[in-house]
């Protein structure tokens, strides 16, 4: 579908008033979207409340992919005075569930059934400041995308959550209509580096010994003067380009189809559901080499296969976490998982991995995803995160757009890439390479 691009105006004079004047609650300020986003807002929602609001920032709680944090006696005028106390006060929400839920602010619809509300414009997001798990419908003031609308092109049909099970759910993308929701684009904020993971099953043979360390071997004489090829399969650290397009469009069956290094289990991919900014820049930048066309087809539908029917298993999955869950080889019965299923699959590079024992993060094409290799154009994996809002004449929107002329350039500037996530994630102004489109090759700044 056509895109239209609209830059956030500058605050006015009349949000200015706005922003001066007193309601009864704290303000407000949701964003909604991007699971593949959800732990850098977490990480830089204390220090946006505190360096840029002057807020004192409470403690960050977060429920799965629900978070929320209270900045309270806050100091800037971006902030609208709480009746209540008599204090600049703000709830600051956010949710990573897919990039196609950022319609929710110009009151797009969703079929998950995990955060439906009645009000198209709301969505399920944390109710509290604290640790109980209760949602309630929010209104999304800001959404997150990890690429432009007209990038979701993808579907998937299967589970909600892979395999641990869940309603089916087969949404279907041919690129998003913002114009037609008076949804504009508020700005780009930083690179989103993406990475492979497999369970630690997915194993070869290694060269030990010789001037080929570390390569995958099946013979001595594959690891160079002196090789040894060790002959205990240890967890694979790398896939190429080829192999990940094979693996995710369902052509390979076994890990042994890649030749006699690789030990002769079933491949398991552990996919996003449509709609995951995640899948589409997995489908845009891996699987199909972005405007060039070359690579396979993502595949779209779940496919449950025994191992020994000579077919891959293929799984969707709602989040980040689900996917994670996949690759630690969760199944229906527990989410503990097994190290004994060889699964594979994609999430976002800074992905913690503590939850997930059987999990190992591997490189693609031979690099690791770091925000050094991504300046320097050695990692072209990433997507260019953008936001969306919604203005409009009222005056909850009115202050809360006033509130993103604040955010957007916060997040755009290096300085302010919270310290625990530097080594991944890259600030807008800073990159030496990048795309002019989702669909172009990286060309230099």
């Not at 409470?58 to 008599?86: E, Y």
């Not at 190290?339 to 590079?349: E, F, K, L, Q």
Request: net charge neutral; hydrophobic share 40%.
């Amino acid at each position: 579908m056509k895109k239209t691009k609209v830059t956030i105006l500058a605050a006015t004079a009349a949000l200015l008033a706005v922003a001066g004047m007193a309601q009864a609650a704290p303000l407000e300020y949701n964003i909604f979207g991007a699971s593949a986003q959800f732990d850098y807002w977490k990480a830089a929602a204390p220090n946006f409340l505190s360096q840029k609001l002057g807020c004192t920032a409470g403690s960050m709680f977060s429920t799965g992919k629900h978070g929320f944090i209270k900045g309270t006696n806050c100091t800037s005028t971006l902030v609208p005075i709480d009746a209540v106390d008599g204090k600049r006060n703000i709830d600051f929400r956010i949710s990573g569930i897919a990039s196609g839920e950022f319609v929710a602010v110009g009151g797009g619809t969703t079929e998950n059934p995990d955060i439906v509300c009645a009000n198209s414009f709301e969505r399920k997001m944390k109710a509290n400041a604290d640790a109980s798990t209760t949602l309630v419908c929010k209104k999304a003031h800001l959404g997150a995308a990890d690429l432009d609308a007209q990038s979701f092109t993808q579907h998937s049909s299967g589970a909600l959550h892979g395999p641990q099970g869940g309603a089916i759910y087969t949404p279907s993308y041919s690129g998003i209509d913002t114009a037609s929701m008076g949804i504009t684009k508020a700005g780009e904020a930083f690179a989103v580096p993406f990475g492979l993971f497999v369970n630690k099953a997915v194993t070869a043979r290694h060269c030990s010994a010789g001037t080929n360390v570390g390569d995958i071997c099946s013979a001595d004489s594959e690891c160079g003067t002196g090789g040894v090829c060790n002959t205990t399969p240890t967890t694979i650290n790398n896939l190429s380009r080829l192999q990940t397009a094979m693996a995710f469009s369902g052509q390979v069956a076994s890990w042994a189809d890649f030749g006699p290094a690789y030990s002769d289990k079933q491949v398991v991919a552990c996919l996003r559901h449509a709609g995951s900014g995640t899948a589409a820049t997995f489908d845009n930048m891996v699987m199909t080499a972005g405007a060039t066309g070359w690579g396979a087809n993502l595949a779209g539908d779940e496919m449950v296969a025994a191992p020994t029917d000579g077919a891959p298993t293929i799984w969707f999955n709602e989040s980040t976490d689900d996917t994670m869950y996949c690759v630690n080889g969760a199944t229906s019965a527990s989410n503990l998982g097994s190290n004994t299923i060889a699964a594979v699959g994609y999430a976002d590079a800074d992905k913690g991995l503590s939850s997930w024992a059987n999990v190992a993060k591997i490189k693609y094409n031979g690099n690791w995803p770091s925000a050094t290799n991504v300046n320097k154009g050695v990692y072209d994996w990433y997507s260019i995160a953008t936001l969306w809002t919604h203005p409009s004449n009222t005056a909850q929107n009115a202050i809360t757009n006033h509130a993103t002329n604040g955010l957007i350039p916060f997040v755009q500037k290096a300085a302010n890439i919270p310290s625990t996530k530097a080594a991944y994630w890259v600030a807008t102004e800073s990159m030496l390479f990048k795309r002019g489109t989702d669909q172009a090759y990286p060309a230099r700044q």
